[in-house]
């Protein structure tokens, strides 16, 4: 079974990676697959939920932080030394690398499980923009594998994660039964 889902694994990687690889996306993939691109949009956010936001700005970048606290050494610290899943830029041959090479480990994907994590506590406090949320969340992990440094299930694994300890910590302010 296991050979079986990462023979399926490796086709949709080899189909998103190499298939629809195109001069479009090897401009436009590496920026948005680079932690540094995010670094000022989050910034910017925060500064402005916690000014203008109101008391529901300040529980939304509270929920986040917490969230993306738990996700991010979650994923880094215990689930990817657990699978040790080889990348599939050091795994496979072929690979449409447009990023420098990795070697860290594959499985989940941090950047998927952040921005997953991130999208569901900013959609539980603003649902009018969570198409926003949510797009980002998919073109970002979708992104990973176009620059050929994840496998599909990878940022499948990583979008779960980062939903469950998004929903973690809502759950926890519904429990309480704050007000915003």
Known sequence: MF???QHIDTSLFVFFNQTLANPVFDVIMPFITNKKTWIPVWLITVILLVWKGGKRGRWAVLMALLAFGLTDPLVTRILKPLFHR???CNALDGVHLIVHKSRGLSLPSAHAANFFALA???SYF????QWLFWSL???VAYSRIAVGVHYPFDVL????VGIICGAFWILILKKRKIQF
Do not use: K, N, S, W
């Open 126 to 129: 603003y649902r009018r923009f």
């Open 86 to 88: 080889i990348r599939p």
């Open 157 to 160: 694994a990583g979008a779960m």
């Open 137 to 139: 969340a998919v073109l």
């Open 3 to 5: 050979e079986y889902l």
């Open 120 to 122: 569901t506590v900013f």
